[in-house]
């Protein structure tokens, strides 16, 4: 016991250590490209912990989270390109929005259960994708172009330098992570995980399971909302093709999967072993054409699922499992041979 109270204060504590050198990376990493790829990890360990609320600690597998990314990034984008505001009323009533409309079309949704459940939000992005594509008030097929404006945190640009966006997307990751840290501990995180064990059992037990999956539901969308306006932010341009696509929606579920869904570590281990695969694959075989990097992802998540279905977090867990059982009976041994 007094072991492994021993190794679990190790392992906050170097955990602790690396998150108080995080801020530091900055000068520590001068290279464009290296930053490039910590804020995009930051960013979609942030999107699949906000898929995750829904996805992994609900059970409910949503293909739908790239509608709810697109309004964020739209709501920031139009305040910007159309009116000519700073980002930070578009991104919060892109915030409520993606709410809003997770609630309206999730409520008729929930009524189908498993393998119907998804394909609908499938259905969904289609719709949403189809819907910006010819809608001109928030630019077509063409999407919005972001003019030159100035530079700082009210803008929230940057072009010099991505340091502001990593502490941004630093803010973000511990403000998602956070809310979900939270949720683990709180009723609402019980009645969730209840209600994804077994629905007509925690129904029996007093938990509406139609309120808690919508205020679930509301609670994901608004926060790859959020991530949407950040995205757009950083890359200065959106379309529906780049934001409501089967593709955005993919890597929500993907990298969730990858990491372990239903825990909070899962997303980030996800997003540390594919984002940084999928920009050096795109850097250094960009020129064999597209996809190439999506053929990785193939591969490595039929490995990880064939292999260990709980994603690197049961393999990590699998790992300290069988030593401390090699522990455990070395100590055995060397007792009975003491006596």
Known sequence: MNQTLRRTDLFWLAFTGLAALVPLVPAIAANSFIMHVLILVLLYASMAQAWNIIGGY??????????????????AGMAVVTYGMTPWPGALV????????????????FKLSGHYFAIATFAIVEIFNR????????????????????????????????????????????????????????????????????????????????????????????????????????????DPGMVMSLDTSMKFVLVTIL????????????????????????????????????????????????????????IVRDIARRRGRKDASGQGGASLGSA
Not at 58 to 75: D, E, K
């Open 58 to 75: 609900g059970g409910q597998t949503s293909f739908g989270h790239a509608v709810f990314f697109g309004i964020g990034a739209y709501g």
């Open 94 to 109: 892109g915030i409520v929005s993606a709410a809003v409309v997770a609630v309206l079309i999730s409520y008729p949704c």
């Open 131 to 238: 819907m910006f594509l010819v809608w001109d008030w928030v630019g077509g097929a063409l999407g919005l172009d972001y003019m030159i404006v100035e530079e700082g945190l009210a803008n929230l640009m940057w072009y010099d330098s991505k340091t502001g966006y990593f502490y941004c997307a630093l803010v973000l990751f511990a403000l998602v992570f956070g809310i979900v840290r939270f949720l683990e501990g709180h009723r609402f995180g019980y009645y969730l995980r209840a209600v994804r064990a077994g629905q007509e059992t925690a129904e029996s037990l007093g938990v509406n399971s139609t309120a808690v999956k919508l205020a679930a539901m509301a609670l994901s969308a608004a926060l790859a909302a959020l991530c949407g306006a950040f995205f757009v932010q950083y890359n200065l341009r959106v």
């Open 259 to 314: 990491g372990g869904a239903g825990t909070l570590a899962g997303p980030l281990l996800g997003a540390a072993v594919l984002i940084p695969l999928q920009e050096f694959t795109r850097a250094k075989w960009g020129g064999l054409g597209g996809g190439v990097d999506l053929i990785i992802f193939g591969f490595l998540i039929i490995l990880i699922v064939i292999k260990q279905p709980a994603g690197i977090t049961g």
